[in-house]
C-alpha cells in the first residue's frame, strides 16, 4: 500500500512538472478584462511581521529583515511549501502601506524569475489554484508603480499558470484542493485576456464536484469545520465573480452553498469561532460572518447532527460535539481521535476547549494535538479512541492516517423539560478492552449549567471476557482512564471549597463551578492551547477526573454551573486577544 503510493506520488509530481514546463511556454495573457474586488482576509500583525522580516515556520521564528521569502527554510518543509501558494500576500495587503507593497512586488518578481519557467515545488494543483487566486485579488496592489517589463512577465506567468491548471486541475485531491484549482480556474478565466475558454469546463467540474463531494447534509468528507469554511468562501468567491461579470452561478453551485451555510452555523460558537476539531481552528476574525453574508443565505441552523457534531444551546451558551467516527483513509491525514469530546463557550469567551491543532509547531507537536488525552473527553491512559497508522502502513510518517477508528457512534437528541440532552456512544476501545465509552450531557433551558456522565461498560459477553483479559493484564489493578475538560488561557482557575470544586473565571466576570459526586480523582493540571499564528504553545490549565475501572460498569457524573451570584448577562467589554500575535506582545 505505502509503496504504490509512493510510486503514484512521484508519478504526479513527475506530470506536474512536465506540464509546468509546458505551460510556461503559453501565449502571455494582455491584461484585466475584469478585476474582483479584494475578497481574502488578511492578518494585519502577520504583515507586520513579514514586512519586518520576521517569518513564522514550523513553530519557529526566523528572522531575517534582508532575505527573501524564497530562500528561507529547507525547500522541502510542508511549511515552506505552503507559501507557494502565496495566502501571505493577503497578509501584506491588509497592511497596505508603501513597505508591504514592496515586499509583496519583490516577492511575486521573484517566484516569476525563479519558478515561473515551471521549476520549484510551488506547481501542483492546489497551490497553483491559491497562488491565481491572491495575484488576480491583489493585482492593483501588485502592478501600482511596476515597470513595463515586470507588468508582461506578470500577466505572462498567470496566462501559463492558468494553462498548467487546466491541464492538471484533475489530479488535485477531491475537496479543497480541487476546489481551489477550480476556483483559480474561474478567476483566470473572468479576469484574464485570452484565458475566457477555461471559464466552462471550470465551472462543468466544479458543479460535478458540488454534487459529490458536499453530502446532502453540507460536509465534507474530512469533518474539518474549518476547512469547511475555506471550501465556502471559495464558493461564495466564485458565485461574486460570475455575478459580476453577469454570468448565472450553475446551480449545483449555488445548491451547495446552501447546503453548507446551515452547517457552519451550526459549528459556531456563541462567540462567532467555529469548533476546533479534526485539525481546523477558529478562524480568521471575521471570515465566517464575512462568508456567511456574501452568501445570501438566512435560513437558521437545523436540528440534527451537522458534519456529525451535535450541537447544544440555550441562553448564551453553546456547546459542540464530536457525535460522528472520524474519516477514514487519506481524508483522516489531519483528523483527531477526539470521538464524543465538546467544546463550551459562554458569550464571548470560550470555556471549555480542545487544545487544537499543532500542525504549525512541528512533527511532535502536530501528533500530540491528534490524540485523545487533547480533547474533552474521556480516554483510557495510552489509548487513543482512534490510532495512528505505524510508519510503512497506510501512509508516510509525514502523513498518518488513523486506523482503528470506532465502528459505531451513536449521538440521540432529545428535549428535556428544563433543557436539552444529548445521548452519545463510541466503541473505539471495544476490540483492546472490550469497553463502550457512553456520554450523556445536559444543558438547561437557560445556559446556566451542563450536566455529564460519563460511563465505561461491557454490552455482551464476549465484551466481557476481553474487559477480564486486559484486567489480568494490568494484574487486576483496574484500566487507567482520564476525563480531561481543556480549559482556554484566559480562564483563571483555582481548587475551591476544600478540594471539592474548581472555580473558573471568565474575564467577562462569569464564575463557573466544576464539581462530580464520584470516586475519582479530581485534580487541576497543566494543558496547552495549540493556536495557529502563535510563536509557541499557549500555556493553560485542565480538569481532569482519573480513575481505575475495575467492573462492567464505572461511572462518573459531573456539573459545570455558572456560580450562582453571576447574572444571566454581562457587558462584555473587555478584548478577547482573539487575533494578537506573540510576536506582537
Not at 248 to 265: D, S
Not at 481 to 504: C, K, Y
Not at 517 to 530: I, K
Request: one cysteine or more.
Amino acid at each position: 500500500m505505502a509503496r504504490r503510493q509512493t510510486w503514484t506520488a512521484q508519478s504526479t509530481a513527475f506530470m506536474d512538472r512536465v506540464h509546468a514546463r509546458l505551460a510556461a511556454r503559453a501565449r502571455p495573457a494582455t491584461g484585466l478584462v475584469s478585476a474582483p474586488e479584494p475578497r481574502t482576509i488578511g492578518h494585519f500583525a502577520r504583515g507586520r511581521q513579514l514586512v519586518a522580516g520576521n517569518f513564522l515556520l514550523g513553530g519557529l521564528l526566523i528572522e531575517a529583515q534582508r532575505r527573501s521569502i524564497w530562500d528561507i527554510g529547507d525547500p522541502a518543509d510542508p511549511y515552506v511549501i505552503a507559501l507557494q501558494g502565496c495566502s501571505w500576500l493577503d497578509d501584506l495587503a491588509a497592511v497596505g502601506d508603501a513597505k508591504a507593497r514592496e515586499r509583496a512586488q519583490s516577492w511575486v518578481t521573484e517566484w516569476i524569475a525563479r519558478f515561473g519557467n515551471g521549476a520549484g515545488p510551488g506547481w501542483t494543483p492546489e497551490l497553483t489554484g491559491r497562488r491565481l487566486i491572491r495575484w488576480i485579488n491583489h493585482a492593483f496592489f501588485l502592478l501600482r508603480g511596476l515597470e513595463k517589463d515586470q507588468t508582461d512577465a506578470f500577466y505572462a506567468s498567470l496566462a501559463s499558470q492558468t494553462l498548467y491548471l487546466s491541464r492538471r486541475w484533475k489530479t488535485a485531491r477531491a475537496g479543497l484542493h480541487r476546489f481551489e484549482a477550480l476556483t483559480g480556474m474561474v478567476y483566470a478565466g473572468l479576469t484574464l485576456s485570452g484565458m475566457e475558454k477555461h471559464v466552462t469546463p471550470a465551472l462543468t467540474a466544479l458543479s460535478r464536484d458540488c454534487e459529490t463531494a458536499i453530502s446532502d447534509q453540507g460536509g465534507i468528507a474530512t469533518r474539518n469545520p474549518e476547512e469547511l469554511l475555506e471550501v465556502f468562501t471559495l464558493f461564495t468567491w466564485a458565485t461574486q465573480a460570475l455575478t459580476e461579470v453577469d454570468q448565472t452561478p450553475p446551480q449545483p453551485l449555488l445548491a451547495a452553498i446552501g447546503r453548507i451555510a446551515p452547517t457552519l452555523r451550526a459549528l459556531r460558537h456563541a462567540d462567532s469561532g467555529l469548533a476546533r476539531f479534526h485539525g481546523g481552528g477558529r478562524g480568521l476574525e471575521g471570515q465566517l460572518d464575512h462568508a456567511l453574508a456574501a452568501s445570501g443565505q438566512r435560513g437558521r441552523t437545523s436540528t440534527g447532527l451537522h458534519m456529525g457534531f451535535a450541537r447544544l444551546a440555550a441562553g448564551r451558551t453553546t456547546v459542540i460535539i464530536d457525535a460522528a467516527a472520524p474519516p477514514s483513509g487519506r481524508d483522516s491525514v489531519e483528523a483527531h481521535a477526539s470521538t464524543l469530546a465538546f467544546e463550551l463557550t459562554s458569550g464571548r469567551r470560550p470555556l471549555i476547549v480542545n487544545c487544537g491543532s499543532g500542525a504549525t509547531f512541528g512533527a511532535e507537536w502536530r501528533r500530540a494535538g491528534r490524540a485523545t488525552p487533547s480533547h474533552s473527553t474521556l480516554g483510557i491512559d495510552g489509548y487513543s479512541s482512534s490510532r495512528l497508522a505505524p510508519p510503512g502502513k497506510g501512509a508516510s510518517s509525514a502523513q498518518e492516517w488513523l486506523v482503528d477508528t470506532p465502528s459505531r457512534v451513536i449521538c440521540e437528541q432529545s428535549e428535556l423539560a428544563d433543557g436539552h440532552r444529548a445521548e452519545l456512544a463510541h466503541d473505539g476501545w471495544l476490540r483492546t478492552h472490550g469497553l463502550t465509552h457512553a456520554r450523556t450531557l445536559d444543558l438547561s433551558n437557560d445556559g446556566r449549567a451542563l450536566a455529564g456522565e460519563d460511563l465505561l461498560t461491557t454490552l455482551a459477553t464476549a465484551d466481557q471476557t476481553r474487559f477480564d483479559r486486559a484486567l489480568d493484564f494490568e494484574k487486576r489493578k483496574g484500566i487507567a482512564f482520564s476525563i480531561r475538560f481543556h480549559l482556554h488561557p484566559d480562564v483563571d482557575a483555582a481548587i475551591d471549597l476544600g478540594g471539592t470544586a474548581i472555580s473558573l473565571a471568565l474575564k467577562s466576570g462569569e464564575v463557573w463551578i466544576f464539581r462530580h459526586d464520584s470516586t475519582v480523582n479530581m485534580t487541576l493540571e497543566p494543558s496547552v492551547y495549540l493556536e495557529n499564528g502563535r510563536l509557541r504553545p499557549r500555556p493553560t490549565q485542565q480538569v481532569v477526573l482519573s480513575g481505575r475501572a475495575i467492573s462492567y460498569a464505572t461511572r462518573v457524573r459531573w456539573t459545570l454551573a455558572k456560580a450562582q451570584d453571576t447574572p444571566n448577562a454581562l457587558r462584555d467589554l473587555a478584548p478577547s486577544g482573539r487575533g494578537i500575535d506573540e510576536i506582537e506582545e
